[in-house]
């Protein structure tokens, strides 16, 4: 099916776990985007890339990694899960990234 | 410090009325503007935007207003239906000199639409 996908859809892990989220688009958009939502805080980027093997900061990059192999995927690994961490995360795509997005339906994470 | 404010956390309105939705920008760069419609347990979707040489884009129910020297946008929604109660976020970006890689959000306000 074509779009943009997220998995899983609800994770609980615990404290101190590696836990990687996947986000994959059927577009070849160049540009993918990582978000976190908290009450109070609204949308927050995390990371983001223009491109395969092009990656970049976002506003909240602190205990995330991610990298992009391919084009379509685009996925967030917390090294290590903290309760800080517990968030819904919302990965997105564009063809030019400043003229508008399209985003997953997300991932609620909890961090027990 | 946040580019893009929305300061109503939330708005309660009337089936059929008008809601309005306001946003307000810092950055003087900032020449394109979105708003994006989220549901519970669903992604943000894009409803409607608006270039800086606009000060009006309508869409349906839904018209965006630009008032580039006051630095604000605002969301109109008439006639307000109860399926329009959501969280509405305002976003930005840099177009020109290159283009912008990213949109910067604002928190986000709750419409309610009370039947």
């Known amino acids: 099916d074509a779009g943009i996908t997220q998995s899983p859809r609800y994770k609980i892990t615990e404290t101190g776990r590696q836990v990687t989220l996947m986000c994959h688009q059927t577009?070849?958009?160049?540009?993918m985007f990582w978000y976190r939502q908290d009450l109070g805080h609204g949308l927050r980027l995390i990371y983001y890339s223009a491109a395969a093997d092009i990656t970049d900061k976002g506003e909240v990059p602190d205990g995330y990694v991610v990298s992009r192999s391919k084009t379509e995927n685009f996925p967030l690994t917390l090294e290590s899960a903290t309760r800080s961490q517990t968030s819904v995360y919302f990965c997105a795509s564009s063809l030019r990234g400043g003229y508008g997005y399209t985003f997953g339906s997300g991932t609620r994470l909890t961090v027990v | 410090d946040q580019q893009v404010k929305q300061n109503s956390p939330s708005l309660s309105v009337q089936e059929g009325r008008i809601s309005i939705l306001n946003c307000d920008y810092t950055?003087?760069?900032?020449?394109?503007f979105l708003w994006y419609k989220k549901y519970p347990a669903e992604g943000p979707t894009f409803l409607i935007s608006i270039s800086s040489i606009k000060d009006k884009n309508e869409d349906g129910r839904f018209t965006v207003f630009l008032n580039k020297s006051a630095k604000h946008l605002s969301l109109h929604i008439v006639p307000s239906q109860p399926g329009d109660s959501a969280v509405y976020f305002c976003a930005a970006s840099e177009l020109s000199q290159g283009g912008s890689e990213k949109l910067v959000f604002g928190k986000g306000m709750k419409l309610t639409v009370n039947p």
């Open positions: 950055n003087s760069m900032f020449d394109y």
């Open positions: 577009w070849s958009h160049s540009y």
